[in-house]
Each structure stands twice: as structure tokens, then as C-alpha cells.
């Protein structure tokens, strides 16, 4: 392999890796308040849906982006509405929201496929996209890239430095501390839902607007599961979540370089790969688990009410 | 170091106890009933800025129950709380810490991850943006003014259980309580821990601040408080200053009470072969225990909560294992016999918690007969439940359980009821041993009656080996008791040699050993 391909497979790996790693934040986000969604897959296409739509009809990339945003915070309203005041099992829920959403995109996408769309354009950052090696990997990409860069840091200060942070942090391992000291336990766990499905919604945006440009049927294509098993993996830390986004944003880039190129492994094993890393990945995370390596202490309990 | 050698070096006479002002809280007449059962019954108490009172009290005696009251966990069924002479009512803990008064429980409510300046300043108001070291330095102030050492950047998770008390009494500081509740803070304690725990309520207490010691412990409640209020089946059975107290015997037995609320006719039974035998079992925090129970008795084991009752009755009933060659059951080493254990004609356990380790709340009746006999229900790997529920039908005639459905769900019985159809279980299965633990707690009279009877007519078949807070229920019942304290067996003798009867109170105490 060439020095050259090693590059273009490397810029493909963060092009690849971001939506996972936006969507794993978001997530986490969900998960640090002590909710579980599995309906990341779902919100994802809605969201990859909306986007598209909006950025289709006005021809605003940002007004795309905010309604993907938007279309991933009300499905998370409706898993908080379930989970926090309904009281609803958080595993049934989330997976209606993965049957839900894969069905109505299925259902209101089919007219527009193969329809494209301007989307996010790459952006040449001055200077460092000319930087040697760096430049072509880092630096050549859409605007949402270089704000998949800022996030995670965003993310750590929000958790760690923040009043709103420390409180969500409280809720996600025990409400009932929480609330003794009056802080508004539902109150919180609708933010981080609702929050972190903004940022599964940008993830899907960034599908349909940055990634594709068209609309297709599957786009999510298994990438909102790879970012709840990422979450786990990443011991619910938003650095490790950088790691494993790049590490499957790899995987990816890679089986379509070799698929591209005609080798003779069959298709099938290839396309594979992403998923038997999850399952890798996730059996490595729970054999080297230590007590630091848990999840928030209340993850996927509801608050029951008093009395 | 025991724990009564350190508290000795609690000394007394540094401690000032401030005169008596006026109350800052008032009890008035507080009444809270749990369904039938009364848990606080009229109470009346005062409660004085710059005293340490206790509570003292056996489990069950409503002591936690009265001070959640005043936390604004519970809300009372009548009276009132006044606090600087005006009535308050407390809707949530919020409520009450708001007001001044906070909780430390024996369950900590911290956020484990989370430093402990982050718990400490947990929900208090303060700009959007944290400042670490300003909050570090906060939490080490407030340490260092009340002498309870911490450190204000470790994780709650690294901590010890004395050092996570520490960071719930600075949180209910830090957010101004005038009075602080602790509900049996030594529990989790090391002796050293409990010392100086008892030099903070005293530094505490001695910036004006009213402190609240919930405990059955005589020794640590002599050491600490200045004020003591004993509680028994819901009630204010007697209140003194701590320089009035005589006699610790005094104490142990109003704590236990000893007047006579019921009798039952017993008439001996002839004694047959040897159930059960533990020969010199020390470890498990037990010490030297020897004894000996033949199928046709009733050994009762009296003592204060929390002096090894626990587990010996664990051992005996395979949930914690005894040393080796300590204890014999039916004849065969333990190990023997929980290798191979039989479900009929064996050792039945009526344990304390009747509505978690006894029975499954959300079974039937059926089910719940089911989950200790099914091995006399099954045909192959088939369950005969049409013959179950025909057997559990005849068991709620004979032990008379109400309502007398079979699909009644365990939670919806009472618990004398529910104590029944656990009875009724165990005794279908025609023990040899039987191990009753605080078998009518919190019953009523007319239950307790029945449990007794049927405990007695069981031993036609079975050896009963007592555990017991109550000494009416351990006299009434027994042919021979043992006072356990501290994990030692004080004495052992047959109930009717009536000047050690006299003395148990003591021997509960500690005071007296043979």
C-alpha cells in the first residue's frame, strides 16, 4: 500500500468516524443522566431524513443541520416522555424508537432516493490543511468535522465543570441523592435525554448532508448501534470515545478500500467487520472492567415517585 | 482496640452541657400507624439547642420511624412539630433541611464517582461554571472548624465508610442544620471511627447545635449522650438526663420491657435426640459459642440486636459458613449437610425479614408454598401445581390465613398473616430443626398468640432454636435460654431457675458474666 492510500484512508477514517463519533456523545450525554436509549439507529435516520429535506427545500446546509438536530431532540422528548414520566421500560422504549424511526424514514424517503443535495462542502482550513500529512487528514474536511474536534472537549467541561453537569452526573448514579439535596431529578434526565438526542440528530445531519449528499434507503446503515456499544467501550468517557469512533470510522473506510479494489475476500466478510468488532469490542471491555469502568449507577432505573 | 476501652477515653468531664433553654423542637402527641400496625403511639419530646439526646430503643421500637417524621420523610397521622415554638409541617426531606433539620442515614445518599466537595456543595445555588479549588477549599473549612477530617478532592468511592459519615454530616453543615438526626451511626463504624464520631457530636454540639443519636447500644449512648429517651413499641417509655442513669440493668430492661402482655399454657415435651450442635464456634463475630438442641425444646437466644445473632442464625441456616467442625446438624458436619439438603424432614428457617427473605412479594400463596416444597410437588421436571394449590388451600384453613384466597399476592397480606403462611410452609415440610427469628415482631396480640401456639405444637417434631429481642416471648416460650452479648454466649440455663431469670436484664447489658 502506497503512502498516498495510507493518507486517503486515514482522511477517510475521520470522515467516517464522525457521525459515530457524534452520535456516541450524544449517547453518552443520555446515558450520564442515567437513561438508556437504544433508539440511537432510529433518531439517526430521522434526523439523516430531515436534514435532507430541509436542506432540499431551502438550500440552507445549516437550516438542514438544525432540523436534523431538532428531529433527534423530539424523539428523544418522546423517549424521556416514556421512560421519565410514563415510567416506561427504557429497552422497550428505545427500540420502538429504532423500529419507528427506520419504518417512517423507509416510508416518507422512498420518493427521494437517489435525489441529491448540495450539504457540507469540504472546507480548506488555511494554513493547516497544508500542513504535511496532517493537512490531508485532518484538515480537508466539512465544516462539522472541525466541530467534531471541539466536542468531546466541550463535552468533558460540561460534565466536569459545570453546576448543570455535576447535577446530571448526580441524577445518572442516584436520583434519590439528588433529590434530597432539591435537585429536580425528572427535570434533569429530560435535559440529558433530550440534549444528547440533538447530538445523535447532528450525527444524522452530517449522513445525509456531509457524508452521502443523496438520499438512500439503510443510511444509518448499523451506525446507531455501534455508538451504544461505543459508549460502553469507552467506559463513558468522552476521550475513549474519540478512540473507538476513529477505530470503526477505520474499519469502515477500510472494507470499502478493499472492497473498491477487487480483492478476492467475499463482500459479505467485509461488510461484516464493523459488527464483529462491536461484539469484539464490547467482550473486551467487559472482561478488562474494573469498578471505574461502570456505567452511571442508576443507568436504565426509572425514578420511581415517593411513598 | 475494643470499642469500650475507647469509649472510656471519652471524657466526661470536658463535656459542657449547656442549661436548658427553650426547646428548639417540640414533639407534640405524634401518631404514625404502617396499615394495623402502630409504630409511634402519642409521642411527646423536646428537643434542646447544644444537647446530645438518644434515642434508645429495640429494633422495631419506632425510633427511626418518629425522627423520619421530624426529617419530613413521613408525614405524621396526628400531632404536630414545632420548631423555635412555631408548628412546621414538612412535606419532603427537602422541606426539612430547608427549615434546619437534617438526617444522616444508615444508608448514605452520595453520589459515589463525585468527589467530596462535589456532594457537599451538591445542588446548592452558585454560578453556572464550577471552581474546584474554591470548592475544595470550602469543604476544607468547614472540615477543619468541626474537626472532621477529610479530604476534600478524594472520591466518595475511595473513602471508608466513617469517612463517607463524615461527608454527609458536612453536607447537612454546610447547608446550616440546627439539628442533626443520626440514625444508628455506629453501625458501620470501626471502633476508632465510633471515638471520633462521638468527639465530633461534641464539637458539634457544642457550637449550638442540637444532635439526635438514634441507637439500641447502652454502652455508646452512656458515653455520648446527655440526655437519654427510651422507646418501646412506639412509645416514650422513660426520659432522664444522662447524670440520672443508675444502673445500665435498669436501662437494658426498660428497653425490653418486662411486664407480662400474654401468656401461653406450655406443657413439657418429652425430649428426643440431639438437632442440633454447635461445639466451640469462634469466628463470623461469634466467640466460644457451645450448645447443644434436642428435638422437643425451645432454646431461646435473648440479647440486644446486633450482639452475633445474626450470624449464628446464618450458619445454622447455610447462609454464611462456620469454621470448620464447629456445628452439627442432625448429626452431620455442616458441610455434610447442606452438601446433600433434604426439604422434608429437615431444618426450616422463619427469618426476621418475612416480606424478603421469607416469601416473594409479587407471588400467590401457591408460589409462595412452592418456593421451599417443590421438590414434594414435582414430577420430574414437572410442577403439580393443581396439588399445590389444593394443599395450600387446606394449610389457610387449618393456620387460618386471611383473606383466604390462594391467589392473594404476599404483599397483600398482613403481617401477621403473612407470618402465618410462612409457618404454615415451614411445618408442612416437617422440620427437625426450626430456627425462628423475631417470630412475631410487629405483630398483634391475637397473631402472636397463634404463632406461639403453633412454635409450641412443633415441637412434637422439631427442635427450636428461639432468636429473640423480646424477653416475654423468649419466658414464655423456652425451656432454656441464652444471653447473647457481643457474640459470646453470657450464660446458658433452664428457664426455671428463677435468680438468673432475675439477671438477664444485667447479662443483656454485659454487666454480669458467670
Known sequence: MSFELIIALLAATVHSGTPILFATLGEM??????????????MMSVSAFAAF?????????????????????LMGGVHAFVTVNCLGNQVVSGLALTILG??????MGTPYIGTSTEGFRPLMLPLLSDLPVLGPIFFRHSILVYISYILPFLFWFFMRRTRLGLAITAVGEMPAAAAAV???????????????????????????????????????????????????????????????????????????RLQASGTDIAPQFLLMLPYALTVLVLVLSAWRGTRRSQGPGALGVNIEPEG | MDVSDLLKQLDRSKRVVPPQENPLVSIKGLTKRFGK????????????????????????????????????????????????????????????????????????????????????????????????????????????????????????????????????????????????????????????????????????????KSIVFISHKLEEVLAVADEIAILRQGRIEGEFSESEVTSKADLACRMVGKEVLLEVDREEVSQGETVLQVRGLTGIGLEDIHFELHQGEVLAVVGVAGNGQKALVEAICGLRKPPVNTMFIMGKRWRDFYAKPSWKNSLAYIPEDRLGLATCRNLNLVDNL???????????????KKKAAQDTTELIKKFDIRPGRIAALAWQLSGGNLQKSVLARELYRCPRLIVAEQPTQGLDIAATEQVWNHLLAAREMAGILLVTGDLNEALQLADRIAVIYRGRFMDLFPVSDKEKVRRIGLMMAGVERE
Open chain 1, 29 to 42: 450525554l443520555t446515558e450520564k443522566g442515567g437513561v438508556l436509549n437504544l433508539g440511537v439507529e432510529g
Open chain 1, 53 to 73: 429535506m430541509i436542506c432540499l427545500t431551502t438550500g440552507s446546509a445549516w437550516l438542514g443541520l438544525l432540523a436534523g438536530g431538532v428531529a433527534g431532540l
Open chain 1, 102 to 107: 427506520g419504518g417512517l424514514t423507509e416510508f
Open chain 1, 182 to 256: 432539591g435537585l429536580k431529578p425528572r427535570r434533569l434526565r429530560w435535559f440529558a435525554v433530550t440534549a444528547g438526542g440533538f447530538l445523535v440528530g447532528l450525527s444524522g445531519a452530517y449522513l445525509s448532508l456531509a457524508y452521502t449528499h443523496l438520499w438512500t434507503t439503510g443510511l444509518s446503515g448499523g451506525r446507531g448501534w455501534i455508538a451504544v456499544a461505543l459508549v460502553i467501550f469507552a467506559f463513558w468517557r468522552p476521550f475513549r470515545a474519540v478512540v473507538g469512533a476513529y477505530l470503526f470510522g477505520g474499519v469502515m473506510a477500510f472494507q470499502l
Open chain 2, 37 to 208: 400496625v402502630l409504630a409511634n403511639d402519642n409521642i411527646s419530646l423536646n428537643i434542646y439547642p447544644g444537647r446530645v439526646k438518644a434515642l434508645l430503643g429495640e429494633n422495631g421500637a419506632g425510633k427511626s420511624t418518629l425522627m423520619s417524621m421530624l426529617a419530613g420523610r413521613y408525614q405524621p397521622d396526628a400531632g404536630t412539630i414545632e420548631l423555635d415554638g412555631e408548628p412546621v409541617r414538612f412535606t419532603s426531606a427537602r422541606d426539612a433541611i430547608e427549615a434546619g433539620i437534617g438526617m444522616v442515614y444508615q444508608h448514605f445518599m452520595l453520589v459515589e464517582p463525585m468527589t467530596v466537595a462535589e456532594n457537599v456543595l451538591l445542588g446548592q445555588e452558585g454560578s453556572f461554571f464550577l471552581n474546584p479549588r474554591e470548592m475544595r477549599q470550602r469543604v476544607r473549612q468547614l472540615s477543619e472548624q468541626y474537626g472532621l477530617e477529610i479530604d476534600p478532592a478524594a472520591r466518595v468511592s475511595d473513602l471508608s465508610m466513617g469517612e463517607k459519615q463524615r461527608v454527609e454530616i458536612l453536607k447537612l453543615l454546610y447547608r446550616d442544620s440546627r439539628v442533626l438526626i443520626f440514625d444508628e451511626p455506629t453501625a458501620v463504624l470501626t471502633p476508632r471511627e465510633t471515638f471520633h464520631l462521638f468527639e465530633a457530636l461534641w464539637k458539634i454540639a457544642a457550637q449550638g
Open chain 2, 370 to 384: 412452592l418456593l421451599t416444597t417443590r421438590q414434594g410437588f414435582a414430577r420430574g421436571p414437572w410442577l403439580d
